[in-house]
């Protein structure tokens, strides 16, 4: 199946309809049909998030989670943590980046479904059934779709690791029509009985025994134990706005924290093309992430979101960054990629989602025949007893997925997130200061360069990268500052996957996806 329109990464014209974005065109259209018939934008981006666990298993599906953030026209906002918790019990010694004893959480995508609906119906009269939301998931899963390019791209990067991993190569291929009939019929199962059949019936009790053959820890009861979390979300002012993400154990206190240091930085003096502007952002991004280490699970570790967001603790951290030089960074490097969805209906209604199976292909580990692949956030638990992140049954863990929402004026006016782990932070806070400080349209902010602290799967170094796009000039005058510097690709796939939808003070809407995905916006 090819595509039949040209990909745009944008939608051109603003509008005063609705609007959907996603990395992969099939999950667009998929929420974007939800749209057209009256859906609201929770009930797209379940048709779209289905799709997408299809046509982007690379770094989301069903054997993963996802964390929602949703606000109706008023800026009422609430968040939905989709989050996997760990086994009953816990195996002894390291937990593996991959295989079988890294398969330590449960999914929770699926039950985020039946909670994200229920809350349409209650709050925004949603009338869009479970089963309708998957037609076009199950479709594609049956019918198959062409390879997407990042698809290729992450096939191709493990390629030398795909032998190892049982049922992957018989499933997944790297090039034309990939189907995957086996997930078609999970679908179908889960559009027939409801999502707890996921947890609790004769689906659950087939991904349990897949599980168990495989080796992981994972068994029925934790399944059926699975639920998420229900919160309200966590507030930060920056200049007019007012920036909501999820709170703890997700880092949307990090993208948080790194705009309360940037609200006390003139950002409006240094433009984008300006060796200034990356410097700030950059040492931001450091003293936001020298508090990560104390980000936890609440129920097992204290809540550390109003200490972190202080106001004078961040001011403080503002005062702490040199204008002329580079703060040295050993902080250690998470794994770690995702998928963003949003999508604004038209009543003003917003959702953002971010999914996930933690490392591309997560685990490696196909559950029997039912087509899964199991997520590896296992492996962000960390092993030393005295941190609040060590692992712990029934515990949840540290979470890179942050999707956010700006409110302006009370009701909302930005809905964005971004893939990456360690790097959604970062591209949020440039994305926030382009759009917010500097008054970027979302397409051109999404296509300015790039940068990504800290360790990738390809450079082990604690180096600062950046999109060579960038400039000679601007690499050049961040060496002289401090940083240790190496260029990446312009357009990088390490740059991430974001996207963002605007909505005027006039109700006018405009955004865009990526570049780097295959995706984009649909507006109606």
């Known amino acids: 199946m090819s595509n039949p329109v040209t990909q745009n990464s944008r939608a051109d014209t603003p509008s005063r309809g609705a609007m959907i974005v996603t990395p992969h065109w099939l999950a667009s259209e998929a929420g974007a049909k939800v749209l057209r018939r009256g859906g609201n934008a929770i009930e797209a981006l379940v048709a779209a998030g289905a799709a997408l666990s299809v046509t982007y298993p690379h770094f989301c599906g069903l054997g993963g989670d996802g964390v929602w953030l949703v606000a109706d026209e008023t800026g009422k906002a609430q968040t939905f943590l989709g989050i996997g918790q760990a086994a009953g019990v816990i195996p002894d010694g390291d937990i593996p980046l991959r295989g079988a004893r890294s398969t330590l959480t449960s999914a929770c995508l699926v039950d985020s479904w039946e909670k994200v609906l229920a809350h349409s119906v209650a709050e925004w009269a949603g009338s869009e059934s479970l089963p309708g939301l998957l037609d076009d998931a199950i479709s594609l899963a049956d019918d198959g779709f062409e390879v997407s390019r990042s698809h290729a791209f992450w096939y191709e990067f493990r390629r030398s690791e795909l032998g190892s991993w049982p049922g992957f190569t018989k499933l997944f291929r790297s090039t034309g029509i ?191 025949d039912t087509g899964i692949l199991w997520q590896n956030r296992g492996a962000a638990f960390s092993t030393d007893p005295a941190s609040p992140n060590v692992a712990s049954p029934g515990k949840r863990p540290f979470y890179t997925l942050n999707p956010g929402l700006a409110l302006k004026n009370g009701r909302p006016h930005l809905v964005y997130g971004t893939q990456g782990a360690d790097g959604q932070p970062q591209t949020l806070s440039l994305l926030l200061s382009l759009l917010i400080d500097h008054g970027l349209d979302p397409a051109a902010a999404l296509s300015r360069p790039r940068f990504l602290l800290g360790r990738t799967f390809s450079d082990s170094r604690d180096s600062l990268k950046i999109e060579e796009n960038a400039g000679t000039e601007i690499v050049a005058a961040l060496a002289a500052m401090g940083h240790e510097i190496s260029t990446i690709d312009s357009f990088s796939p390490l740059g991430g996957q974001a996207g963002v939808i605007r909505i005027g003070q006039d109700g006018m809407i405009d955004g865009a996806h990526d570049p780097r995905s295959d995706g984009g916006a649909i507006s109606l």
């Not at 990939?178 to 019929?185: A, I, V």
């Not at 059926?224 to 993400?245: H, M, N």
């Not at 006390?264 to 240094?270: E, G, K, V, W």
């Not at 020298?290 to 699970?297: S, Y």
């Open 178 to 368: 990939q189907r995957q009939p086996e997930l078609g019929k999970t679908l179908a199962a889960i559009a027939r009985h409801g999502t707890r059949e996921f947890y609790e019936g004769a689906l659950a009790r087939r991904i349990a025994t897949g599980l168990a053959e495989a080796g992981s820890p994972l068994s029925a009861a934790d399944l059926a134990a699975t639920r998420t979390d229900i919160a309200p979300a966590l507030r930060q002012t920056y200049r007019d706005t007012t920036l909501l993400a999820p709170p703890p154990p997700t880092q949307g206190i990090t993208t948080l924290g790194i705009m309360g240091v940037l609200d006390h930085l003139p950002m409006t003096d240094f433009p984008p093309d300006n060796a200034g502007f990356y410097h700030r952002l950059v040492e931001a991004v450091k003293q936001a992430f020298l508090d990560r280490h104390a980000i936890a699970d609440p129920r097992f570790a204290a809540d550390v979101s109003q200490k972190l967001l202080d106001p004078v603790r961040l001011a403080a951290k503002a005062a702490a960054i040199d204008p002329g030089r580079a703060l040295a960074w050993p902080q250690p490097y998470r794994h770690g990629d995702t998928a963003l969805l949003a999508a604004v209906d038209s009543k003003g209604r917003c959702a953002s989602l971010l999914q996930s199976i933690y490392f591309d292909w997560g685990s490696g580990v196909v559950v029997s």
